[in-house]
């Protein structure tokens, strides 16, 4: 029963984590979108990356509560991080230009939603696995 409840305050803390990340994430490819209009693939790659130093930090230090070195934890998140940066333009491009989605509220809340479960199970089986929390 404690492996469910440390399970479930992971997910919770990771979850807190990932929502600012998603809000610093969606926020400045809003921002960028409305103030250079340029086009949604390229604002969305923008705003990923404000999100990944927001994730990476809190994950590390929050979420997992990690001890291991940067340099053998940070390599593997950028993998991670690439995977879920990945998996965010080619879902834009689907989603937007194939599909005929609109992006700020239909594909960009998809996206937000989906792509950090792939993440969660990279970060907990992968970039984080050696940590007991």
Known sequence: MSSYKSLFALMVRYGMVGVLASLIHAGISLAVLAVFDIEPFWSHAIGFFGGLITAYLGHYHYSFKDDGAHKQ???????TAGTGFALHQSGVYLLVNQLQLTYQTQALPLLMVTVPMVTFLMSKFWVFRNNPH
């Open 73 to 79: 934890r940070f390599p593997k998140f950028a993998i």
